[in-house]
């Protein structure tokens, strides 16, 4: 199933031939299906089954990111290298894929829904569309077989229960100036300069940010400066983009208010001034989806407790990790039905070479067997 999987080019936004596989696979395990459409020829696939209890809900998603760097072999085909499986996609996120279809062959008459969604690597449109469509009402539990990125972990194999990961969200900064001659320096006051100033104290801000008590701390960095100098002029606009991890309890909204806390108190200090009446103006980054919230499960839930002791039971004592960056988890926290993440081992993710521990996907799969035997 896994080779298939890498076998087909699903690189966002080309997902129409891996859902099709999807979709059949699913028919073929006694699912009914349906697709939700984000556009021409792109669509989340989900599917039901059973009709006993609350719905265990399975969910991966389809898209891949691009070929980056230099493959060794051809990165759309499975390449076995002792434990390791080579693959466009064989960790991010097939295999979690793979394991579903094989756990959802086991024979029930629990309800079980399973999502495979689109454009998870992009802005997640795949995964809200998914909520919005109210296709997780009523369920006990989301599992998710992504890619643990924590790296305070360090497995040998997979007994890692991922409860939580950060949130992101970008914030959009507007730096005035003051435009003058470029041969009457005196004159003006380069928005290129002031920003420079800027991206040193944000930077700064890393070293005081405050741990939190499960996922990793905050973190911010500037991911874009632009500005320019128009005719022979002082550049009198520039505008930063900061990129920020959030913890809870934090929100966009929160973020962005410190954000404008900080900035007032470095005009207080002197460090910037008023500009001809203008001063630093900073607003979160309008795109298509929501910014992703950061979540935590409660490792006291007990879908949690069951998945842990199966885990316990087939592979070895499991922990818990916390995702340093953001999923469609994320978007699936906001429905209030708990998430969580159980995963192969692999790396080299998003990038050339990308592999999954061919022993730890199937001690993934006996797990998640196993949790639908039982549920």
């Keep these: 199933i896994l080779s298939d999987l890498v076998s087909i080019n699903s690189i966002f936004p080309n997902e129409a031939k891996l ?5 059949k696979a699913l028919i073929e395990r006694g699912f009914t299906t349906r697709r939700i459409y984000l556009g021409e020829n792109r669509f989340n696939v989900v599917a039901e089954r ?16 691009p ?8 990165p759309f085909k499975l390449i076995e290298k002792g434990d390791k499986l080579h693959g466009l996609g ?3 996120m097939k295999a979690g894929i793979a394991a579903i279809l094989c756990a959802v062959e086991t024979k029930t008459d629990q309800k079980i829904k399973v999502a495979f969604g689109a454009d998870e690597e992009n ?5 809200w569309a998914i909520l919005n469509d109210g296709f997780l009402k009523g369920a006990s539990v989301v599992i998710v077989p992504e890619i643990n990125d924590d790296p305070r972990s360090k497995p040998n194999r997979s007994t890692t229960i991922m409860l939580g990961r950060r949130g992101r969200c970008v914030y959009e ?25 800027l991206v040193l104290e944000i930077e700064a801000l890393n070293k005081s940010m ?42 966009p909204e929160s973020v962005l208010a410190s954000i404008k806390s900080f900035i007032d108190s470095l005009y207080s200090k002197g460090v910037f001034k008023e500009i001809d ?14 910014y992703l919230p950061p979540y935590v499960t409660s490792q006291s839930d007990p879908v949690v407790k069951k998945l842990a002791s199966l885990v316990e039971l087939k592979v070895g004592t499991p922990s818990y990790v916390y995702g340093a960056s953001v999923a469609d988890e994320n978007v699936f926290s906001t429905s209030g039905v708990p998430i969580i993440g159980y995963c192969p081992i692999g790396h080299q993710y998003h990038s050339a070479d990308e592999w999954v521990s061919k022993s730890s996907y199937l001690e993934v799969v006996d797990v998640l067997r196993g949790f639908v035997k039982s549920h």
Excluded: C
């Excluded at 859902?19 to 979709?23: D, P």
């Excluded at 070929?67 to 051809?74: I, P, T």
């Excluded at 802005?123 to 995964?127: D, F, L, M, P, V």
């Excluded at 900064?173 to 100033?197: M, Y």
């Design 90 to 92: 064989s960790v991010d």
């Design 67 to 74: 070929v980056y760097g230099n493959w060794s072999n051809s």
């Design 19 to 23: 859902g099709e596989y999807l979709e």
């Design 50 to 65: 059973g009709s006993k209890g609350s719905p265990i809900v399975f969910y991966g998603h389809m898209d891949t990111v």
């Design 277 to 290: 009446g203008k001063k630093i103006i900073v607003k979160i980054k309008e795109r298509k989806t929501p």
């Design 173 to 197: 900064i507007h730096v005035p100036g003051r435009s003058s001659h470029g041969a009457q320096v005196d004159l003006g006051i380069s928005a290129i300069a002031e920003a420079s100033k």
């Design 123 to 127: 802005i997640s449109e795949g995964g």
């Design 210 to 251: 405050q741990p939190h008590s499960h996922l990793l701390k905050p973190t911010q960095f500037i991911r874009k400066i632009s500005a320019e100098s128009t005719s022979l002029s002082i550049p009198e606009s520039a505008v930063l983009e900061i990129d920020r991890h959030l913890v809870t309890p934090e929100t």
